[in-house]
């Protein structure tokens, strides 16, 4: 594989991940501090937003802020169009949601829009959470430093692996899987990531759900039950590179 095809998925790859957390905030945010009626409407001091429009959110906000980067601050829905590939009726439809921020003639104001739309995800709001499985991918995500900036502020690692245990990635510490309850009880963990085999996922789920965690991000490959009012988001990176693999090759029989 060339050096720029393998650039190319690393870059997809870290999109994804991304994309996941904001989602997995977004719910938690959902569960937490709005009202979820019925099959996944939320309620506040908007209309009826469904979780389709709120699954579309982490991604205005990530052009919205590119365009701030940018230094540009006015954008009309068509130009949102352009960069999202969302319609424009959509993207109307979509921030109409919330009152709309558009003006006929202006377009929207982007730094407000993006304020607007962080404080619906959730993300002036930070979740401590804790990482389950401390090999490869566990390390992984310990070492990427930029959660936090998304609402989630991972402090510790957990494994059963004593070479492992006592060690510390960055700053954070590996801490025995044992302690994982009580740890999560007195730290005021919200979040449980899991990066642990398949065989041992829903046993950590028992003890992150015990622990009165809110969410999971799991990333073993397996269904875990978990009780309804726990937010859970599967990560597929494989599923990712699949859809990938499927537009190369599209791509070549053209
Ligand atoms: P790894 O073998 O490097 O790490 C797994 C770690 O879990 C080991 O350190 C092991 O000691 C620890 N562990 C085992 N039982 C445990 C328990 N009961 N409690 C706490 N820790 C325990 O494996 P790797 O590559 O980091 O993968 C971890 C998981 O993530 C696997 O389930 C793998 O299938 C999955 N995975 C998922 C991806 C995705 O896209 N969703 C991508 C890569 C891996």
Known sequence: MELSQIKHKYLQIKLTLQ?????????????????IE?????????????????????????YLGELIDKDIYRISSRELSTITNFSASQIRQDLNCFGGFGQQGYGYNVEELRDEIGKILGLGVNYNAVIIGAGNLGQAIANYPHFVKRGMNIVALFDTNPKLIGMK???????????????????????????????V??????????????????????????????????????????????????????
Request: charged share 25%; proline share 3%; glycine share 4%.
């Open 19 to 35: 994309l996941h957390i904001v989602t997995m905030i977004t719910k938690l945010e959902a569960s937490i501090s709005m009202n």
């Open 38 to 62: 019925g099959e996944g409407i939320v309620s506040r001091k908007y209309t009826s937003i469904s979780m389709a429009v709120i699954r579309r959110l982490p991604k205005y906000y990530r």
């Open 169 to 199: 990635i960055r700053e954070l510490k590996i801490y025995d899987v044992e302690n994982l309850t009580e740890y999560a009880k007195e730290n005021e963990v919200k979040i449980g990531i899991i990066c642990a085999p398949e065989n």
């Open 201 to 254: 996922a829903q046993n950590i789920a028992n003890s992150l759900c015990a622990a009165d965690i809110k969410g999971i991000w799991n990333f073993a490959p397996v269904d875990i039950q978990i009780p309804k009012e726990v937010k859970l988001e599967n990560v597929h990176l494989g599923e990712s590179l699949l859809t990938l693999l499927y537009l190369l090759n599209e791509n070549e029989k053209k």
